[in-house]
């Protein structure tokens, strides 16, 4: 079964409003989740690393004020986007590493946000 | 940074018949490569995965080669079924380092009947 879940599958909001993101790892404790976005027919683009406890860590030419990740625990990482544009329409997908440790970093992908901002 | 390349972007084969996907990376520390199924609208999907110390994995009719000296890796699909449609993607990262995924532009695969 899903071992990462996300919450909502899908939002519609209107230009200039916040939408959060909610990224779950259900059967394991995740200090490091990653946060990518996926524009129609393009590839997956690494947004940022989120780290327990800590800040961040964000891609070049990622804003990070105006994407915010908040990783308040093992269990749970949240991206919200800040005055949401048109621009930033797109599939938001999350992941965290199968295990911790040396070559067992298979990343288990979350269902996805579909985000359609007005 | 590590920048993936992969080709060809779209690819028909008839079913029954073999399809192949390839990939370059440019970072020579990397040391893991994944390849995905992604299909629409879906999370994606690893369907089988290599170490840098190993030149070959096959799982059933998936296969994937590695060339470490020249820094690209094939995924090759036989005996290719409808259901192997969808999109694929291959990604490089380096474990033990900071674990981060880059991916290729993606393959569009169909299997023609």
């Known amino acids: 079964g899903a071992v990462v879940s996300q919450h909502p599958s899908w939002v519609i909001c209107k230009s200039g409003t916040s939408v959060k993101i909610e990224c779950r790892s259900l059967?394991?404790?995740?200090?490091?989740m990653f946060w990518y976005r996926q524009f129609p027919k393009q590839s997956l683009m690494l947004m940022a690393t989120?780290?327990?406890?800590?800040?961040?860590?964000?891609e070049q030419g990622v804003e990070k004020d105006k994407f915010l990740i908040n990783h308040a625990s093992l269990t749970l990482s949240t991206l919200t986007v800040t005055s949401a544009h048109p621009e930033d329409s797109s599939f938001y997908i999350c992941?965290?590493?199968?295990?911790?440790?040396?070559?067992?970093?298979?990343?288990?992908f979350g269902p996805g946000t579909r985000l359609t901002v007005l | 940074g590590e920048n993936v390349e992969q080709h060809p972007s779209t690819l028909s084969v008839q079913e029954g018949d073999s399809a192949v996907i390839k990939c370059t990376y440019s970072?020579?520390?990397?040391?893991?490569f994944p390849w995905y199924k992604q299909e629409l609208g879906k999370r994606p999907q690893l369907i089988i995965d290599?170490?840098?110390?190993?030149g070959e994995k096959k799982d059933q009719r998936i296969a994937v080669t590695l060339n470490k000296t020249a820094k690209h890796f094939s995924l090759h699909i036989t005996e290719t079924q409808p259901e192997d449609s969808a999109v694929y993607f291959c990604?490089?990262?380096?474990?033990?380092?900071?674990?981060?995924?880059?991916f290729g532009t993606g393959t569009r695969l169909t299997i023609i009947p």
């Open positions: 992941s965290r590493l199968r295990l911790a440790g040396a070559f067992d970093n298979e990343q288990f």
């Open positions: 970072d020579s520390a990397s040391n893991y």
């Open positions: 059967d394991f404790q995740a200090t490091t």
């Open positions: 989120s780290n327990e406890g800590s800040k961040a860590t964000y």
């Open positions: 290599i170490r840098s110390n190993v």
């Open positions: 990604a490089a990262s380096i474990v033990g380092g900071n674990e981060k995924l880059t």
